[in-house]
């Protein structure tokens, strides 16, 4: 592994071409830590920079949580939402209500809450006579406001993690231009009951330019959106994906919109609650993989998924006390909580990469935070030991792939040169991960930036990137 001892002994003077990309950046050397060494544990040390300065390290700490939940719950692991009914089904009529239980699945997106209500339809239900409950127990959350963070809650990266989250609190929008017509045809989902979508939007010539704006949009009435202004024709189809302007109203109205769209009736109607003691399951809806989720999480930077993650590590141990690669729970006994959570990471952390190097401070896990803090020591010596570990292949396979794919995909810092995390707020920079050198070895990189002209220090860490590429 990767000691501080070897840290210390490394070389700390920046290659020249990153000094120069930080200057003409304005970012001093202060701003930025760096650690780059051999992907192998033992191996060498190239450059250790500031490698045990305190660093904000934006979204790279998901890394921190997906390694976690590879190894404490294994790639196989599944989500389960249960559903109940208190009632008998009689010629198509469940003469009660239905229950659905959420156990924390990361991507009960649309199309799989389609695919779920399709077999709650299966059990012969096509009409319920009570109402919908349902059960978000699972987690216990403080309130969260959207647009705490950065004043805007309408991003769906502003979204909390829910038990039951459904569609990640975001509704997709999708324009499509109908030229013949004049006009845009608007396609909303999930459909979302009681809220009444703009058909159309007429069509504008000229370039497509900012296309949202011109839009003018207006969400003040969550159930009547509206579009003031026009589409460019140029812009051919476009998708808008946009957080509920009430989220806390999103699952029961997606789940209404849906059951109406699928031809299911409805007495009551959707509201929150829990299943009654002494009932069992009608049916057990299985999610994805957690590799699958983890690659998500990673390649494109997913804040509530991420935060579903390190809950689940809460809710499974809770559960079973499940370990490294546990197996499967079978829905928590106790809530889980952000401070459950935490405290279970670092156990983990206590008992995979050891207790001489702190282990990350953490708040959320998906390191959408201005308190969240890691060494690039610390997040080096999680790589080496994610590289010596039987997680590895998931978790490389879950980072961007430079120039390739995810949050990596325009960057020009070489193709298919490494697999990196990437991190960015707007006084945060960061890379880490592996970097595939030219004789075939693989190393480590953490390089974090903090400073207001973070953003124009990119180019400085690409820099870094090529240099640790080519070292021999």
Not at 217 to 231: E, I, Q
Not at 423 to 439: E, N
């Amino acid at each position: 592994m990767l000691a501080a001892a070897g840290v210390q002994a490394a070389a700390q003077v920046l290659p020249p071409a990153v000094q120069q990309a930080l200057e003409r950046a304005g970012v001093p050397p202060a701003a930025l830590a760096v650690v780059v060494a051999d992907a192998v544990p033992g191996g060498q040390t190239y450059l250790a920079h500031r490698a045990e300065a305190p660093m904000n390290p934006a979204s790279v700490m998901k890394l921190v949580t997906t390694a976690a939940a590879l190894d404490w719950l294994g790639p196989a692991y599944t989500w389960r939402t249960a559903v109940y009914t208190d009632g008998p089904v009689r010629e198509g009529v469940l003469a009660g209500s239905l229950y659905l239980r959420g156990e924390g699945d990361p991507k009960l997106v649309t199309e799989r809450l389609w695919l779920l209500l399709r077999r709650v339809q299966g059990l012969g239900i096509r009409h319920i006579g009570g109402d919908i409950v349902l059960d978000r127990s699972a987690f216990a959350l403080p309130p969260h406001d959207p647009a705490a963070f950065d004043g805007e809650p309408l991003r769906p990266y502003n979204a909390a993690p829910d038990a039951l989250l459904v569609n990640f609190r975001t509704q997709v929008w999708t324009f499509v231009p109908d030229a013949a017509a004049g006009v845009a045809r608007v396609l909303a989902d999930p459909p979302l009951a009681e809220v009444t979508v703009p058909g159309t939007v007429p069509l504008a010539d000229g370039p497509c330019g900012d296309w949202r704006a011109a839009l003018q949009a207006d969400w003040s009435d969550a159930r009547r959106p509206r579009f003031a202004g026009r589409y460019p024709l140029a812009c051919g189809e476009r998708i808008w994906p946009l957080a509920y302007p009430e989220p806390e109203r999103f699952a029961a109205r997606a789940m209404a919109g849906m059951w109406a769209q699928l031809g299911g009736g409805l007495d009551g109607r959707v509201r929150e609650g829990t299943v009654p003691a002494g009932l069992t399951p009608r049916l057990v809806f299985e999610s994805l993989p957690l590799a699958d989720v983890v690659r998500d999480v990673n390649k494109f930077s997913n804040n509530v998924m991420a935060q579903q993650l390190l809950l689940t590590l809460a809710a499974a141990t809770a559960t079973q006390g499940v370990g490294p690669a546990g197996a499967n729970a079978q829905g928590p006994t106790a809530p889980a909580t952000f401070e459950a959570a935490r405290s279970v990471l670092r156990d983990w952390w206590r008992t995979r990469i050891g207790p001489d190097v702190p282990p990350p401070q953490i708040d959320n896990g998906a390191g959408l935070s201005r308190e969240a803090r890691a060494t690039a020591l610390a997040l080096a010596r999680l790589l080496q030991w994610v590289y010596a570990s039987p997680w590895m292949p998931e978790l490389m396979a879950s980072l961007p792939i430079a120039g390739v794919d995810g949050t990596l995909r325009r960057s020009a810092m070489g193709r298919g040169v490494a697999h990196l995390k990437t991190g960015s707020l707007a006084d945060v920079q960061a890379l880490a991960g592996y970097v595939h050198g030219a004789d075939g070895q693989r190393r480590v990189l953490v390089a974090i930036v903090n400073h207001p002209n973070a953003r124009a220090g990119r180019a400085a860490l690409d820099a870094l990137v090529q240099w640790a590429a080519a070292l021999r």
